[in-house]
């Protein structure tokens, strides 16, 4: 009986250590936000003027980008092109893609450092990061260019909670709202809004803002962020986390309304998505997403 009444203490122990453990965990890997949202999807109807990502199923998936090797970084859709646009940032490129994946051609880069994200801004017009540096660099793009160099462009240095690799991951573009969202990947994750880059109108007098929202970031239920792309139409972001293996819809103050997930068996995914990158969505609504090191995918409602 002694014998017993001295073990429960230790038992008693090592049983409050594997709690505080898996609670640490838990939180860690944000369970119990995504536990609670997607029960809460189960008594919620589907917001009609959401994307809803739960219905969209896997129609291409896993193609090798024939001819590139070097791991690609974000994705962008040229709505006036009908193409899509990746960078690479072992042998830094700028890649024309197909709307299947195709390379359609390959752009040297000059000067960017680690380019990891690119966005369409408007005709021609982009705007490419450098994670390393926090820099934003318009560039323009037309039929003929088949290299940029960063020092010909237009450039802004954020200089903001600078953390080697764990810098600028994605980006997105509010036409209407004339802002770019830039997502800082973690340690921490944050998303800025900078309004006033690239300038537009050179009558005016070059000013720029940066606002940040901690309360939406807080509410963000995944690990990482790999890419960002925002919808004209509903007026939400997507945010996509490779570490999480999710992309994640929500409205400007952080308010989730659904997922996709990038795990086998979900969304007519045969196999996991290795390394999600990149996220981009055309005119239709369909999406498409990169993975490293060449991965290319794209899913579309039935």
């Known amino acids: ?64 980008i024939e001819g590139l090797e070097d791991n690609v970084s974000a994705l962008t859709y040229d709505p006036v092109r009908k193409s899509l646009f990746t960078v690479t940032n072992k042998n830094p490129e700028l890649v024309e893609l197909s709307l299947d994946g195709r390379i359609v051609r390959r752009i040297k880069l000059t000067g960017f450092g680690d380019a990891e994200a690119i966005e369409f801004i408007d005709e021609n017009t982009y705007v490419i990061t450098d994670e390393y540096t926090q820099r934003l660099i318009k560039v323009k793009i037309d039929e003929a260019t088949r290299e940029l160099n960063a020092a010909d462009a237009e450039q802004l240095t954020l200089g903001i909670s600078p953390s080697g690799n764990k810098g600028f991951e994605g980006l997105a573009y509010d036409s209407a709202g004339k802002r770019l969202f830039v997502a800082k990947e973690r340690d921490p994750m944050l998303i800025y809004e900078v309004r006033g880059f690239p300038h537009d109108n050179p009558q005016q007098p070059y000013a720029t803002h940066v606002i940040t929202n901690p309360r939406r970031d807080a509410r963000l239920f995944v690990r990482d962020l790999s890419s960002l792309q925002f919808d004209e139409r509903s007026g939400h972001l997507l945010a996509l986390s490779d570490e999480s293996k999710l992309l994640l819809e929500l ?33 239709e609504g369909t999406l498409y997403l990169v993975s490293e090191p060449n991965l290319f995918y794209v899913f579309k409602k039935p």
């Open 1 to 64: 009986m002694s014998r017993v009444s001295r073990s429960t203490p230790l038992f008693l122990g090592v049983l409050l250590v594997a709690l505080l453990a898996a609670g640490f965990a838990a939180q860690h890997y944000r369970l119990f936000d995504r536990t609670w949202f997607n029960l809460s999807l189960l008594w919620q109807p589907a917001n009609p003027n959401a994307i809803n990502l739960g219905d969209y199923r896997a129609v291409l998936q896993g193609r090798v």
């Open 251 to 283: 409205d400007i103050s952080g308010r989730p309304f659904s997922t996709l997930s990038l795990k086998k068996g979900r969304n007519g995914l045969q196999e996991s998505v290795p390394q999600a990158e990149g996220v981009a969505m055309d005119d």
